[in-house]
């Protein structure tokens, strides 16, 4: 046993270990007890079962990147659940929702590519020794990868690790700056997502298609409401793992496919299974929503979508490790920086239009954390809002490597200034 190993390697331990927690955290959020009442105004349960995984990752008690658990939990149980919450979404309501999200969208893709070469510029000001990198080891390159993850995701970030060439280990630390930084942000939205009025009423904002979207999905799962037999929860699981196996039969042959005979699609994710997986899934769902499938909804099919979704979101906390920071200082605080710009121009952008926090914080997470946490942050503020966030990061995708070159060509720039 190394130094680095885990306490618990046993993933059947470790799954035990975070079912345990969503069970007690779910326990004490529904309490009756006065003291219990009082913790959860404060702090929302959703961040309890992302941040609970990353302390016991911190403290070498289980480990994510030893653990098979988020890959599971990404490949299966993120498109059942993407698929359970779109089978009831009233798709013509997410389109009323109009062009303030997908313009909150693009305005955080915009404060990512500028972010970037701006932290670079500031904190060299005050560190220029971090510029001192020869050939792959420039700090750019590295850089250069995160902004791919930001805006679209693991495909693209591998794509500038191609393209811009950075050294194996300057990657390595630059995964890390990516993981802690984007997951404090995605805590932060968490907390903020449970009491959004107070940010709304600063920006003005008018959530009332948000609002309309929800009373509408709310009405519509009470008239078809039911208590569930058994055979109700196996077509609700059936249709789910069915149109997930189906999504990863697609993708295993679609993705190959087009990396092999239309290489240059890359540049639009086109070439990623994970791609694939989450579009057709997604697809999937949304078709069944125009079909009697959608009275499933009446069983609790959104319930046990979010049963995935909590799962899938203890699994991503334990990929954080709290205490990477003290291992390069200086590259985190450029990563937080970069944050902070791109949280500026987000926030500066939704004053100045007037949009609704929930359109900040799915905007932001559709860039940042993609996929497979755009739609945790949007049913943090209401489980029928996921495929909003859905939706939104798919577009990421597309835009993912564009935006991230030019990213990188800005801190190439800055580099040699």
């Known amino acids: 046993?190394?130094?680095?190993?885990?306490?618990?390697?046993?993933?059947?331990?470790?799954?035990?270990?975070?079912m345990t927690i969503l069970a007690l955290v779910f326990a004490t959020s529904s309490s009756t007890n006065l003291f219990w009442k009082k913790f959860y105004r404060i702090v929302p349960s959703i961040l309890l079962c992302y941040f609970i995984p990353a302390v016991l990752n911190s403290a070498g008690i289980i480990s994510g990147e030893a653990s098979s658990l988020y890959k599971v939990a990404s490949r299966y149980l993120l498109p059942t659940s993407l698929i359970l919450l779109t089978l009831s979404i009233d798709f013509k309501g997410i389109l009323k929702l109009g062009p303030k999200a997908l313009i909150m969208f693009l305005s955080g893709?915009?404060?990512?590519?500028?972010?970037?070469?701006?932290?670079?510029?500031?904190?060299?000001?005050?560190?220029p020794e971090i510029l001192g990198g020869v050939g792959p080891d420039e700090i750019?390159?590295?850089?250069?990868?995160?902004?791919g993850s930001w805006i679209g995701g693991?495909?693209?970030?591998?794509?500038?690790?191609?393209?811009?060439?950075a050294s194996p280990g300057l990657f390595s630390q630059m995964i890390a700056v990516d993981v802690l930084v984007a997951n404090?942000?995605?805590?932060?939205?968490?907390?903020?997502?449970?009491?959004?009025?107070?940010?709304?009423?600063?920006?003005?904002?008018?959530?009332?298609?948000?609002?309309?979207?929800?009373e509408k999905v709310e009405k519509y799962r009470e008239s078809i409401l039911k208590v569930p037999t058994m055979a109700d929860t196996m077509k609700i699981l059936g249709i789910g793992f069915a149109l997930t196996g189906f999504s990863h039969l697609i993708a295993d042959n679609v993705a190959p496919f087009i990396s092999e005979n239309y290489p240059q699609l890359g540049q639009y994710s086109l070439d990623s299974t994970f791609f694939w997986i989450v579009v057709v899934a997604t697809t999937g769902g949304l078709l069944l929503s125009f079909t009697k499938a959608r009275e499933l909804e009446g069983a609790g099919a959104s319930r046990l979508g979010s049963v995935f979704l909590y799962v899938l979101v203890a699994t991503i906390g334990m990929q954080m490790d709290l205490m990477a920071v003290l291992d390069n200082p200086v590259f985190f605080l450029i990563g937080i920086c970069w944050m902070f710009f791109h949280i500026l121009i987000m926030l500066l952008v939704a004053y100045l239009i007037k949009a609704p926090f929930f359109f900040v914080a799915v905007g932001s997470q559709a860039n940042v954390g993609g996929a497979a946490s755009a739609p945790i942050v949007a049913s943090a503020f209401n489980p029928s809002l996921a495929p909003v966030g859905v939706l939104m990061a798919v577009?990421?995708?597309?835009?993912?490597?564009?935006?991230?070159?030019?990213?990188?060509?800005?801190?190439?720039?800055?580099?040699?200034?």
């Open 109 to 127: 893709s915009v404060g990512i590519i500028i972010g970037g070469p701006l932290a670079l510029l500031v904190v060299s000001f005050f560190f």
């Open 1 to 18: 046993m190394t130094d680095n190993s885990p306490l618990i390697s046993n993933d059947a331990v470790v799954f035990g270990i975070l």
């Open 395 to 417: 577009l990421g995708y597309a835009l993912g490597t564009y935006g991230a070159y030019l990213c990188g060509l800005l801190l190439q720039l800055v580099h040699n200034m």
């Open 184 to 214: 404090v942000w995605m805590a932060v939205l968490l907390y903020w997502a449970a009491k959004p009025g107070k940010i709304d009423k600063i920006f003005k904002a008018d959530s009332s298609a948000i609002i309309a979207l929800q």
């Open 154 to 165: 693991g495909a693209n970030q591998t794509a500038m690790l191609e393209v811009f060439g």
């Open 140 to 147: 750019w390159r590295g850089l250069a990868t995160i902004a």
